[in-house]
């Protein structure tokens, strides 16, 4: 098993502790924000997942970040994580439709 820590930015200007743990070929990822607490998938989790640097609170943990990343490649979860992406465009296309 491995893990990996970072702290994320949060809009208030504090940070969120988010965890990235590889366990049998599994990708497992919290972040303390209430967002992630109450069962959503928050935008630092997603941000990190995509490896937005900006997200970080320490840019010192760009390095791990990157580790994170490679981690993400040998799990199944970047599939999950580009079909998350083709579904968010796939509602802004919808709603701009609508409008």
């Known amino acids: 098993m ?42 630092h989790k997603i941000r990190l997942l995509n490896g937005d640097e900006s997200m ?5 943990d760009a390095p791990a970040l990157r580790e994170m990343r490679e981690l993400l490649s040998q799990s199944s979860y970047s599939n999950l994580l580009a079909e998350y992406d083709s579904l968010k465009k796939q509602i802004e296309d919808a709603k701009k439709i609508e409008k």
């Open 2 to 43: 491995k893990e990996i820590r970072l702290k994320a930015k949060s809009s208030s200007g504090g940070s969120y502790d988010v965890s990235f743990r590889h366990e049998g070929g599994l990708l497992f990822v919290s972040c303390t924000c209430k967002a992630s607490i109450y069962g959503n998938l928050c935008k």
């Open 56 to 60: 970080l609170y320490d840019q010192g």
